[in-house]
């Protein structure tokens, strides 16, 4: 049975990597996963918006994607070492600040791709998604952290459980079975998993290939392929049998996969 995420919205699928931030935004200090690029991806007609969580000093889950604020902000400090306060404040002047509840109240028909990134996140990520799991999608690296957010939504009882890719142990893993052209092996790893979220290639290795997709789709999986910001590829993707593209210029893909 198809997960409500996917319902509705026609493949393939445009996942806005950390919201839309244009060529023209970033001359005004606009960044990933601020307010203003969740807010320009939905406007450039995104459904899905793909982002990471973190949890600040007070406790609160906030869309950001490093573990520290340097790269983003300037700021050298990591991000479980400030206030949501205080991070509000330093994200004033590059789109602003959105923590996991407000862009879930902010966007309500905006659906979430979320990456749990730290391992004291999953719970609360869990709870707060736990009300919204028709329109949110929960993975992470790791699949032990991915697992703990889907169980807190569980316990909070939210009604329908978010959708889920897999981690790297599990694609790992996958890989062998696809190797060994083992479909039995692949069905069992794909056991509770909606997606896959994978770059095509990691080093020398071949993550995408024909195969992979047959044993993915066999298994009513889909596969999205991140982060693709050449229209040629996305278009090549597709044509492969790719079902989702994820990428930094979610308004760019739009115009050329539609």
């Not at 445009?14 to 935004?25: C, F, I, M, S």
Request: proline share 5%; charged share 20%.
């Amino acid at each position: 049975m198809t997960h409500p995420w996917f319902a509705g919205v026609p493949r393939p699928r445009v996942l806005a990597h950390r919201g839309l931030v244009t060529p023209l935004d970033a001359t005004h200090g606009v960044v990933e996963n601020s307010f203003a690029a969740v807010a320009a991806a939905q406007a450039a007609g995104a459904h899905y918006v793909e982002s990471d969580c973190h949890l600040t000093l007070d406790g609160v889950v906030v869309l950001f994607h490093d573990a520290d604020l340097s790269r983003v902000t300037g700021d050298p400090r990591r991000v479980d070492a400030v206030t949501s306060r205080e991070l509000d404040q330093l994200m004033g002047g590059h789109g602003g600040l959105v923590t996991l509840e407000q862009a879930l109240d902010a966007f309500p028909d905006v659906r979430f791709n979320l990456d749990v990134k730290a391992e004291g996140a999953a719970e609360a990520v869990g709870r707060i998604v736990a009300p919204h799991g028709a329109r949110v999608l929960l993975t992470s690296f790791s699949d032990d952290r991915r697992r703990a957010a889907l169980d807190a939504a569980a316990a909070a009882g939210g009604g329908i459980r978010p959708a889920t890719s897999a981690g790297t142990s599990i694609v790992t893993r996958l890989i062998g079975a696809v190797s060994m052209r083992s479909r039995p092996l692949a069905r069992r790893l794909l056991r509770g998993i909606d997606a896959l979220q994978v770059p095509e290639r990691q080093g020398r290795l071949r993550i995408v290939t024909p195969r992979l997709l047959d044993y993915a789709h066999g298994a009513d999986v889909e596969v999205h392929v991140w982060t693709v910001n050449d229209p040629g590829e996305m278009t090549r993707l597709v044509g492969m049998g790719v079902d989702g593209i994820v990428t930094d210029r979610a308004d760019v893909a739009l115009a050329a996969l539609r």
